[in-house]
């Protein structure tokens, strides 16, 4: 599988520094899009469990991973530089009235005018134990596509020297199936969601490259 960083393959290298100019020494060793893009981010308000239609849901249910805790860094093997699998979640407490589940990774740090989406998943039923590389291509549920047009999960790779990347797990418990087809973008799954979540539960972890 081809690495895909969350932005840096996406940005101009001629973001870098002035045709001729030698990079300061603190700099040589760091990538220069990175440090100059640090304090650009996509921001938290973008993530899909800010929208107007689910922020109300409460978040009542623990969403957790026996691999890394809540905003801890996540294993390598999880990530780009790694195996690229995908980690294993456990979800408790979910509200009466579930009928199934419905999962997106984001990642709001990235230096884009909106997160990074790693993950779109859906139908998942609440009964379910999601092991690892589960939600990679081929995994247990039904996956939609996520930026780039990567469909599964897509691990952590974060523009070098860009800082800490936060990686939000954002689980939504749903009252109805969505009936949805195909691989679905994040566009299409929040229409499908809307007027249908009724709890929502959130994992945080963090990956960096210097």
């Known amino acids: 599988m081809t690495p895909m960083n969350d932005a840096s393959d996406f940005i101009s290298p001629t973001a870098t520094r002035p045709r001729g100019r030698a990079a300061p020494a603190r700099l040589r060793d760091k990538n220069l899009i990175g440090v100059l893009l640090k304090k650009v981010r996509a921001g938290d308000r973008h993530l899909v469990m800010r929208d107007p239609r689910f922020r109300d849901a409460p978040c009542s249910i623990h969403l957790s991973s026996p691999e890394f805790g809540d905003w801890a860094m996540m294993p390598r093997r999880f990530t780009q530089e790694g195996e690229n699998l995908s980690p294993p979640l456990r979800w408790e407490n979910l509200p009466d009235g579930v009928v199934e589940l419905a999962l997106v990774v984001q990642d709001p740090d990235a230096p884009l005018p909106d997160p990074v989406t790693h993950l779109i998943a859906f139908g998942i039923a609440p009964s379910l134990a999601i092991a690892t590389g589960d939600l990679n291509a081929g995994g247990v549920p039904a996956l939609g596509k996520g930026s780039f047009g990567r469909v599964g999960y897509t691990g952590p790779?974060?523009?070098?020297?860009?800082?800490?990347?936060?990686?939000?797990?954002?689980?939504?418990?749903?009252?109805?199936?969505?009936?949805?087809?195909?691989?679905?973008?994040?566009?299409?799954?929040?229409?499908?969601?809307?007027?249908?979540?009724i709890a929502r539960g959130e994992l945080t972890g963090w990956y960096e490259r210097n």
């Open 157 to 197: 790779r974060p523009i070098r020297s860009h800082g800490r990347h936060r990686y939000v797990f954002q689980l939504f418990a749903l009252d109805a199936p969505l009936g949805l087809s195909g691989t679905p973008d994040l566009k299409a799954l929040a229409a499908a969601m809307d007027g249908h979540v």
